[in-house]
């Protein structure tokens, strides 16, 4: 088992930055891949980005590419999302997740935070 708890959410205005984080506790942080994922008011839950085990595969969706950057810290258990040039389109929640594997589907994460709100004004 692993629990995720995310942080960082809020209001910013378009361009702005974020920073999100999770916070994993439990079974080994280091044994776990781990992506970032959004939903927007009635859409469906989407990849945003993913980091392997060995935290030097990292893995976009398109729409985020160049703008938000994955990282982790295995020493502290948390994994981060740098989220630069913001736009409205980005607004949703947004959540961590676990697997043993790295992966860019919703449906293979086994372990899910939360959530955290991110709302990008115009």
């Known amino acids: 088992q692993v629990q995720l708890v995310e942080s960082g959410g809020g209001l910013v205005q378009a361009g702005g930055s974020l920073r999100l984080s999770c916070a994993a506790s439990?079974?080994?942080?280091?044994?776990?891949?781990l992506g970032w994922f959004r939903q927007a008011p009635g859409k469906e839950r989407e990849f945003v980005a993913a980091?392997?085990?060995?935290?030097?595969?990292?893995y976009y969706a398109v729409s985020v590419n160049g703008r938000f950057t994955i990282s982790r810290d295995n020493a502290k258990t948390t994994v981060y999302l740098q989220m630069n040039s913001l736009k409205p389109e980005d607004t949703a929640v947004y959540y961590c997740?676990?697997?043993?594997?790295?992966?860019?589907?919703?449906?293979?994460?086994?372990?899910w935070g939360q959530g955290t709100q991110v709302t990008v004004s115009s």
């Open positions: 980091i392997a085990q060995n935290g030097i595969s990292k």
């Open positions: 997740a676990a697997r043993l594997r790295v992966s860019s589907a919703v449906r293979d994460y086994d372990y």
């Open positions: 439990g079974r080994s942080f280091s044994d776990y891949a």
